[in-house]
Nanobody
Framework: QVQLAESGGGLVQAGGSLRLSCAASGLTFSTYTMGWFRQAPGKERECLAAISRSTYYADSVKGRFTISRDNAKNTVYLQMNSLKPEDTAVYYC????????????????WGQGTQVTVSS
């Protein structure tokens, strides 16, 4: 059974940093593209970053967020710097074999999400 478990969310002041982790089990981690997404209340789910052999970033987080992975630990990370109140959302990780980069299409597995709240 595939499981993705996010951690590292919380409350932070604007300008601060957080590092999210997503531990995967039950899949051959290195063969999957991993993505980070977020969804704020009343808004659509947004693809923030993805990593396979290369990386993708949405314009909204480029230069502030960094995605990385440790295949030995079956874990993907999202380092978030210079956080803004508009970054407040539930953050999800996802795994896909052939996802459409920049979208949520093609991701096979999803975590339960972790809340990130940025206060002004």
């Amino acid at each position: 059974q595939v499981q993705l478990a996010e951690s590292g969310g919380g409350l932070v002041q604007a300008g601060g940093s957080l590092r999210l982790s997503c531990a995967a089990s039950g899949l051959t981690f290195s063969t999957y593209t991993m993505g980070w997404f977020r969804q704020a209340p009343g808004k659509e789910r947004e693809c923030l970053a993805a990593i396979s052999r290369s990386t993708y970033y949405a314009d909204s987080v480029k230069g502030r967020f960094t995605i990385s992975r440790d295949n030995a630990k079956n874990t993907v990370y999202l380092q978030m710097n210079s956080l803004k109140p508009e970054d407040t959302a539930v953050y999800y990780c996802a795994a896909g074999v052939w996802p459409v980069i920049g979208t949520s299409t093609g991701y096979n597995y999803w975590g339960q999400g972790t809340q990130v709240t940025v206060s002004s």
